[in-house]
């Protein structure tokens, strides 16, 4: 007798939803390894080349502030700042 198994979906996220919430997780992870754990430190917008969803989700949750850094003579560059609870999460879940 031929037994046929179900495919498993286990390690993919079964809505979209859950997929952009991975991302964003990644992101903050990515953010917290870049600056080493290191508050009031961020990095620029554009070197994380992230998608719109993924940092908006992650600015939902708490995760992430974007913010327009100034400097003298400089264009404004927009850069994102881990939140007390972004650093909570990915030491968490990191260490």
């Known amino acids: 007798m031929r037994r046929y198994t179900q495919g498993s979906n286990e390690g993919r996220p079964r809505r979209p939803t859950e997929a952009v919430d991975i991302a964003a997780r990644y992101l903050v992870y990515k953010v917290f390894d870049a600056i080493s754990g290191t508050p ?26 974007v913010l327009d850094h100034r400097r003298e003579g400089q264009p404004t560059v927009r850069v994102v700042v881990l939140t007390d609870d972004g650093r909570r999460m990915a030491r968490r879940n990191l260490h």
């Open 40 to 65: 009031e430190t961020w990095r620029p917008l554009l070197e994380l080349e992230e998608k719109i969803e993924t940092l908006a989700r992650a600015v939902e949750r708490g995760w992430v502030v």
